[in-house]
């Protein structure tokens, strides 16, 4: 089994900074597809960003230019930064990872708020 941990969510304004950590229990984030989801209330989840491991990374729209990710293998973790936030990202957001070897498996992380509210 395989647990994926997130931290540094909370309240902060419109405007502001939050960076998330997602810590992995195993060294799998060099051999998965590692990402990122979030969920409004009464929202489908959507995909934020993801990262192969080939390191191509893709963001949807509405995060471009405001939101990065990255990963540390050495250390098991992936991370988000997340810059001149709105209220729109308002949402839980989720550690996601699939690993490719020894077989394909999907892992979460139990989900972390993130509001933004002047």
């Known amino acids: 089994q395989v647990h994926l941990v997130e931290s540094g969510g909370g309240l902060v304004q419109p405007g502001g900074s939050l960076k998330l950590s997602c810590a992995a229990s195993k060294n799998i984030f060099s051999n998965s597809f590692v990402g990122w989801f979030r969920q409004a209330p009464g929202k489908q989840r959507e995909s934020v960003a993801q990262?192969?491991?080939?390191?191509?990374?893709t963001y949807t729209d509405s995060v471009k230019g405001r939101f990065t990710i990255s990963t540390d293998n050495a250390k098991n973790t992936v991370y988000l930064q997340m810059n001149s936030l709105r209220p729109e990202d308002t949402a839980v957001y989720y550690c996601?990872?699939?690993?490719?070897?020894?077989?394909?498996?999907?892992?979460w992380g139990q989900g972390i708020q993130v509001t933004v509210s002047s």
């Open positions: 990262i192969t491991r080939d390191g191509i990374i």
């Open positions: 996601h990872a699939q690993t490719l070897v020894p077989l394909v498996e999907n892992y």
